[in-house]
T-cell receptor
Framework: NAGVTQTPKFQVLKTGQSMTLQCAQDMNHNSMYWYRQDPGMGLRLIYYSASEGTTDKGEVPNGYNVSRLNKREFSLRLESAAPSQTSVYFC??????????????FGPGTRLTVT | KQEVTQIPAALSVPEGENLVLNCSFTDSAIYNLQWFRQDPGKGLTSLLLIQSSQREQTSGRLNASLDKSSGRSTLYIAASQPGDSATYLCAVEGPTGGGADGLTFGKGTHLIIQP
């Protein structure tokens, strides 16, 4: 049981390049999330997916797109990377049933630098 | 907009002391509150989850309390050990519900336990 996995662990991009961050969970969770963590800012929600086939914007969605490929996988795409997107990106998953909320489990993160 | 504040931002204490970390949030209409631990360069590990109807949760030497009406939570660590050194993050879910908000995080308390 690997929990939440993310690839790659590290990435350096040049301004204007594109890339996709991959996330997968094996806990049969229905909800998945992408956050970014910046020094002095805490973690902020980029996008979330309440269930397979649905995605919604979080607090800081500009410059990103997401795909909920199936129940296990939720990818984050940077179409044209900018230095302001240098950050650590975390994927998370949880179970939500009606108004019942459960723990969010986080992946190890992807450290992205845009030069 | 929900805001989460953690005090103190940093704390250094000798081994063996009992200590309290504080978390406050501006909107009391939360669904749950979660405490996490983050080691340098690592992802987040969930420590305790308190549902909105609960007052406290305990796990080993950790005890977290929740006072929704006053918008406060505390994390109590008993008999601290050097291995407890990490950044501790408080996060709340809500008030929209249904996973729409993801988690709103505080900026964390950086804890150092001196041997």
């Amino acid at each position: 049981n690997a929990g939440v996995t993310q690839t790659p662990k590290f990435q350096v991009l040049k301004t204007g390049q594109s890339m996709t961050l991959q996330c997968a969970q094996d806990m049969n969770h229905n909800s998945m999330y992408w956050y970014r963590q910046d020094p002095g800012m805490g973690l902020r929600l980029i996008y979330y997916s309440a269930s397979e086939g649905t995605t919604d914007k979080g607090e800081v969605p500009n410059g990103y797109n997401v795909s909920r490929l199936n129940k296990r996988e939720f990818s984050l795409r940077l179409e044209s990377a900018a230095p302001s997107q240098t950050s650590v990106y975390f994927c998370a998953s949880s179970v939500i049933t009606g108004t019942d909320f459960y723990e969010q489990y986080f992946g190890p993160g992807t450290r992205l630098t845009v030069t | 907009k929900q805001e989460v504040t953690q005090i103190p931002a940093a704390l250094s204490v000798p081994e063996g002391e009992n200590l309290v970390l504080n978390c406050s949030f501006t909107d009391s209409a939360i669904y749950n509150l979660q405490w996490f631990r983050q080691d340098p360069g690592k992802g987040l590990t969930s420590l305790l989850l308190i549902q909105s109807s609960q007052r406290e949760q305990t796990s080993g030497r950790l005890n977290a309390s929740l006072d929704k009406s006053s918008g406060r939570s505390t994390l109590y660590i008993a008999a601290s050990q050097p291995g407890d050194s990490a950044t501790y993050l408080c996060a709340v879910e809500g008030p929209t519900g249904g996973g729409a908000d993801g988690l709103t995080f505080g900026k964390g308390t950086h804890l150092i336990i001196q041997p």
